[in-house]
């Protein structure tokens, strides 16, 4: 869309501003800053003169306009709103950049207003080049995303100086995210812009992990093929998709992260709460105490066990299967009372005393004395029912009150039947308030993870799965959270909790599928379970609820592979043998396991 048709991006009062030979805004002839009321009410075009019947560049609009006012698109040729309507011509200067900003007056949706430069070719246009070098130069490609970022880094602060001297500020050193702010009177603005080309750049930090480019946010995988399309307008049409479904679906913009993203709606959601003064409100962060003999390594580790296949294991198999917890983290979530405030230390009969109230065992971490598993009626065919528990010899640990009250449930509920006396209670942080502080968070993210599955939308399905497994895996890291204003999302006893109640909920599945099917598993990762079965058994979860077990890979035995089960003689053939068998499955591997935070 061009000339006539294009829309009217710079109409502004002449006495005010004017516009250049190509349709940028020049500076106000004033010698006077207005401040950014007065910028937004003179630049904006009034609602009556706007014209609103412009078709969309896009073929059909492509998402609603959630987004608009929100961000921008840019690429080589054209400037676009997420919704689809031509905006101007190319940015080609970072002053075009800071006029284009300052015009268009975004406004924050639960992270600040974004301007996305898509593509090389916009790049070029802003001097925002940059050359890495070959993969085939490195052995580590953690060195080429290293020297690739310093570059980035670099090639932002020599061009970036028009828009310093125009009176924005730097947040941080730039990268793949820039972000700026700028202050008028007692009024601060602030605006990211978001270099897509050179987002990879920072994979290892939240999207990716082994040395390999994982998932990138709002940007989707390019192992996965969610990814945007190469060519210039087609990936300004999905990243406009997208990020109106996320305003829409979500009610903020995508972080710079999906942890940030994650983090950007419990702050929505904190807000909401403070201004109505109904729901629970976390303000402080949830630092573990101080442990006397803490456990190394997570307070409630994930389980990884496999055990080599006996002969009725491999009696009529011909499909290896591996069934894991849909959306287990979010589900979690979702369900648990999470403790907030100052913890109350407790020691001797008074924490034993605390575990014991009306409703159970209140929020806490417990000092207690795990039995050898061999003095217990376990079955043989699964992990011990906990982590730090050893088979030969008494293990004293601290555990969260999720284990705690995991391993009092029956031995047919995957627990060991314990007795809170049998397990020498010597020690409790208690906390005074608990309540399920995520339950809104995990209800918006679940109805919008349902709208991503029901129109089969495997972009967005995916990204969410990166945002709340990416938010919960970075509860546990508090150099995440520094600024002040975000000290609340360091919680790592959630994060202990959520991690045990899935592992226990898959123990439980575990002994339902004995029960019914007679089937054990030889392998378990998290939350995902691998069985040896016959051609029509299923033992997956009827139920489509999530944290309920659906099917995650289901492939026909070879002979070849079957005989790697037969023969195997240790646990680490038998991975090997599972490994060969999923091959195929790894890349295109669903979000509905967990798999590494």
């Known amino acids: 869309m061009a000339g006539e048709d294009q829309y009217a991006l710079f109409e502004f009062d002449d006495a ?41 560049v896009w073929e059909t609009l492509p998402a609603g306009d959630e987004a608009d006012g929100h961000a921008l ?57 940059i050359d890495p070098g070959s993969e085939d130069d490195f052995d580590d490609m ?78 989707g995988s390019p192992t996965a093929g969610t990814y945007l399309p190469d060519d210039d307008l087609p990936a300004a049409r999905e990243l406009g998709r997208r990020l109106a479904w996320c305003a829409k679906h979500l009610g903020v913009l995508p972080g710079p992260t999906p942890a940030r993203t994650g983090a950007a709606l419990v702050d929505k959601i904190k807000r909401e709460r403070t201004r109505s003064g109904k729901g629970i409100v976390v303000t402080t962060p949830g630092s573990v105490p101080p442990l006397d003999g803490a456990p190394r390594g997570d307070l409630e580790p994930a389980v990884g066990w496999t055990r080599v296949p006996d002969a009725q294991d491999l009696d009529g198999a011909s499909r290896l299967v591996s069934i894991d917890q849909r959306a287990a983290y979010l589900a979690s979530a979702g369900m648990l009372e999470f403790g907030y405030g100052q913890p109350q230390h407790l020691t001797g ?16 971490l417990w000092r207690i004395t795990l039995p050898p598993g061999q003095t217990l009626s376990l079955p043989e065919k699964l992990p011990l029912p906990h982590p730090h528990m050893l088979a030969d010899q008494p293990v004293q640990t601290w555990v969260t009150t999720v284990s705690l009250d995991g391993l009092c449930s029956p031995v047919a509920d995957g627990g060991i039947g314990a007795d809170l006396d049998d397990l020498d209670i010597a020690e409790a942080w208690v906390y005074p308030q608990q309540g399920r502080t995520l339950d809104k968070w995990a209800k918006i993210l679940r109805e919008a993870r349902k709208a991503a599955v029901d129109t089969d939308d495997a972009a967005t399905k995916r990204f969410l799965g990166t945002c709340y497994k990416g938010y919960i895996g970075r509860m546990v890291n508090p150099d995440m959270w520094t600024a002040k204003q975000m000290q609340h999302h360091h919680q790592p006893l959630w994060r202990a909790s959520i991690i045990a109640h899935c592992r226990w909920r898959g123990r439980r599945v575990a002994m339902r599928i004995a029960r019914e099917h007679n089937r054990w598993p030889v392998r378990t990762v998290t939350d995902s379970w691998v069985y040896l079965l016959s051609g029509g058994e299923d033992i997956a979860d009827p139920s489509e609820a999530l944290g309920k077990m659906a099917v995650e890979k289901d492939v026909i035995l070879t002979d070849t592979l079957l005989s790697a089960f037969t023969s195997a003689q240790d646990v680490h053939e038998v991975n090997l043998a599972i490994k060969a068998a999923f091959a195929d499955n790894e890349d295109a591997a669903d979000d509905e396991g967990e798999g590494a935070l």
Not at 103 to 129: D, F, K, R, Y
Not at 351 to 363: I, R, T, W
Request: glycine content about 8%; aromatic content about 6%.
């Open 16 to 56: 005010t501003v004017e516009v250049d030979e190509d349709g940028v805004p020049s500076e106000t002839e004033s010698d006077e800053q207005p401040d950014v009321a007065e910028e937004v009410s003179t630049t904006q075009p009034p609602e009556a003169d706007r014209d609103t019947t412009i078709t969309p």
């Open 142 to 219: 953690e060195a080429l995303r290293t020297r690739a970022a310093s570059d980035l880094t670099a090639v932002l602060q020599a061009t970036l100086t028009p828009m310093l001297n125009a009176g924005w500020e730097l947040r941080g050193d730039p990268g793949h995210v820039v972000h700026l702010s700028r202050s008028i009177g007692k009024f601060t603005s602030m605006v990211d812009v978001v270099i897509e080309p050179y987002v990879w750049t920072y994979w290892n930090k939240d999207f990716g992990w082994n040395n390999r480019v994982g998932e990138m946010g709002i940007l």
């Open 349 to 364: 009969d008074t924490a034993a005393a605390a575990a014991v109230g009306e409703k159970g065992a209140p929020f806490g």
């Open 73 to 129: 698109i840019v690429t080589a040729d054209r400037t676009y709103m997420p919704s689809g309507r031509e905006l101007t011509g190319p940015v080609d200067s970072v002053e075009k950049l800071d006029k284009l900003i300052r015009w268009a007056s975004l406004t924050p949706l639960g992270a600040p207003p974004q301007v996305w430069i898509v593509n090389h070719g916009a790049c070029e246009a802003l001097g925002w080049v």
